[in-house]
């Protein structure tokens, strides 16, 4: 491994200060779970490691709104298990305690999940130099693309990798960044980036600032469902999985977020499965359309037409959920 400093600052000014305005020259640490990996195989070089976790907040607050404020150091475990979460958003609670496993929770943490790279399996091999790494090839389109993009992929396929992204973005959460010019709002839904707009990074962090912060608006009375596909139940990431938010007048639903996981390189906003839904109640037959309406501009790759079927399937599901009508 290459040498590095290591830094361990104890404010958000402090650490802010040691960041760098190059990306790759310095990386802030959290867990490790990622960066730490990254830098054993050769993927990230860093000249500087800074740990944040001293730095930045690891509780939640609520807000004179009548929302939550997550500190981006929060470990994963402490926000599965945060009652006042589960109670209110309930898709954020599923998503952080379906990620990886007990050890994998207790170690990372909301800033890290948010921010962790790809795990397209040529972005993690140090032999391929892909288009994401600056060669001029995206390995995926002719080769293993079994777990790639069927949304949104090109030049790069591959899946945004959080699954606390998804829920995020589909309770319009902000995200406060910090820098040296002071702090920023950026909406969940506008952090990530499609390949086509950057394909050096996978969202509008710029390399001198820090997550902070997750605030989350006050959830009112919307209606939630998460539902999360993965091969196994132990540690990998989801085949796929969404996350709905309706809010309703009576039974009809007057507004819906309808957002997918592990489909896209962003967490992706199916628009026309929210138009699809507004305006109906929550039915078997609404929740299948909604679905058909979310999965029916995919264009899955030459392994991946399976994650069409899968998604959807999510998707539906999801809705039921969030109706209260029963699934498996
Ligand atoms: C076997 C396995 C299974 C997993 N399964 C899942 C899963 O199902 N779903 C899922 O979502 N995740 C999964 N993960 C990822 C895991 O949840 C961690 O969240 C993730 O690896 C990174 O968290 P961390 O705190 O360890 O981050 P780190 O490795 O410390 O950081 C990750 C990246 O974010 C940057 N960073 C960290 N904090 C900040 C900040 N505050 N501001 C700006 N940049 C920051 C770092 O520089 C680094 O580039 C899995 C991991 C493993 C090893
Ligand atoms: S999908 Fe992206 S990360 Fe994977 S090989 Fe193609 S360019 Fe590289």
Not at 94 to 123: D, H, K
Not at 138 to 152: K, R, W
Not at 287 to 302: E, F, H, N, Q, T
Request: proline share 6%.
């Amino acid at each position: 491994m290459k040498p590095f400093a290591y830094l361990n600052p104890t404010s958000e000014k402090e650490a802010i200060g040691t960041l760098g305005t190059e990306h790759g020259t310095v990386a802030p640490l959290a867990g490790g779970q990622d960066l730490l990996a990254r830098m054993k195989d050769y993927l990230a070089q860093p000249d500087r490691v800074v740990n944040v976790k001293n730095a930045l907040d690891t509780t939640i607050t609520s807000t004179p709104d009548g929302g939550m404020k997550i500190g981006a150091a929060m470990r994963i475990v402490d926000l599965a298990e945060h009652a006042e979460v589960a109670q209110r958003y309930p898709a954020v609670a599923l998503a952080a305690v379906e990620v990886g496993t007990p050890q994998i929770r207790n170690q990372g943490t909301v800033g890290g999940n948010i921010n962790q790279r790809p795990r397209c399996w040529y972005f993690r091999n140090e032999e391929f130099v892909c288009l994401k790494k600056g060669g001029s090839v995206c390995f995926s389109v002719s080769g293993e693309n079994q777990f790639n993009a069927i949304l949104g992929g090109g030049p790069s396929f591959i899946v945004h990798p959080s699954s606390l992204a998804v829920p995020f973005v589909a309770y319009n959460a902000t995200f406060r960044l910090a820098g040296p010019k002071g702090e920023r709002m950026v909406r969940a839904g506008d952090y990530f980036t499609l390949p086509s707009k950057n394909l050096q990074t996978e969202n509008v962090l710029a390399p001198n600032e820090l997550l902070t912060h997750v605030i989350l608006p006050a959830p009112g009375a919307a209606k939630t469902g998460h539902y999360e596909v993965r091969y196994k139940a132990s540690h990998d990431w989801p085949i796929a999985f969404a996350t709905v938010v309706m809010s309703m007048n009576g039974d009809t639903i007057s507004s819906a977020r309808v957002v997918m996981g592990a489909v896209a390189p962003i967490p992706w906003r199916a628009e026309a499965a929210e138009a699809a839904l507004v305006g109906k109640k929550i039915t078997e037959e609404t929740a299948a359309a909604a679905a058909d309406a979310a999965l029916k501009g995919a264009r899955p790759m030459s392994r991946n037409a399976y994650k069409v079927q899968v998604a959807r399937t999510a998707v539906k599901r999801a809705i039921l959920r969030a109706g209260g009508l029963a699934t498996v």
